[in-house]
T-cell receptor, first 110, second 114 residues
Framework: EDKVVQSPLSLVVHEGDTVTLNCSYEVTNFRSLLWYKQEKKAPTFLFMLTSSGIEKKSGRLSSILDKKELFSILNITATQTGDSAVYLCAGGTSYGKLTFGQGTILTVHP | DTGVSQNPRHKITKRGQNVTFRCDPISEHNRLYWYRQTLGQGPEFLTYFQNEAQLEKSRLLSDRFSAERPKGSFSTLEIQRTEQGDSAMYLC????????????FGQGTRLTVV
């Protein structure tokens, strides 16, 4: 059975801190690792990673995939209160089916 | 086209009633997925369509659940004889096979069974 595990489950930081969110996966017919941000509504897309070792960046967010160790991390630097959300990691198959982790609840205090 | 659209946004129903939800994907997307999300959990896969063909159903999906995508465009998810355990957010997502990009999610239908 496909499985995605995220850690930590929750994280409380202050504005300006840097955080690292972890995701390990075991997905049959794996093709891609995706990160989504969820704020009390539908998940919004952050990154899609298909190749090992190539960092993807978007502003203060970055992510990298290790296909040998079946692991990905999401980094957020200089956190802001607007970064407070649930961050979801998902393993995607060749036909786009996603297996999600439980999510990491990030709370950023001013 | 403004994205994946789901209706209704909220549904409250009595236990034992049937409910139906609708999803309109992004127009050129031929892949459509249904997920269910309960509080504190990530979304769980329910079923997947490519065009009008339902290609995979989760073992979590009991026989009270049925989904259709009759013309390869919009999809419906029906739950018969609802139970309190069916209370959840039902999310629809779509993607385009030819570019194999990420799935885009709708706003979801929140179901409450009382």
């Amino acid at each position: 059975e496909d499985k995605v595990v995220q850690s930590p489950l929750s994280l409380v930081v202050h504005e300006g801190d840097t955080v690292t969110l972890n995701c390990s996966y075991e997905v049959t017919n794996f093709r891609s690792l995706l990160w989504y941000k969820q704020e009390k509504k539908a998940p919004t897309f952050l990154f899609m990673l298909t190749s090992s070792g190539i960092e993807k960046k978007s502003g203060r967010l970055s992510s990298i995939l290790d296909k040998k160790e079946l692991f990905s991390i999401l980094n957020i630097t200089a956190t802001q209160t607007g970064d407070s959300a649930v961050y979801l990691c998902a393993g995607g198959t060749s036909y786009g089916k996603l297996t999600f982790g439980q999510g990491t609840i990030l709370t950023v205090h001013p | 086209d403004t994205g994946v659209s789901q209706n209704p946004r909220h549904k409250i129903t009595k236990r034992g009633q049937n409910v139906t939800f609708r999803c309109d994907p992004i127009s050129e997307h031929n892949r459509l997925y249904w997920y269910r999300q309960t509080l504190g959990q990530g979304p769980e896969f329910l079923t997947y369509f490519q065009n009008e063909a339902q290609l995979e159903k989760s073992r979590l999906l009991s026989d009270r659940f049925s989904a259709e995508r009759p013309k390869g465009s919009f999809s419906t998810l029906e739950i018969q004889r609802t139970e309190q355990g069916d209370s959840a957010m039902y999310l629809c997502a779509s993607s385009f096979e030819q570019t194999n990009t990420e799935a885009f999610f709708g706003q979801g239908t929140r179901l409450t069974v009382v």
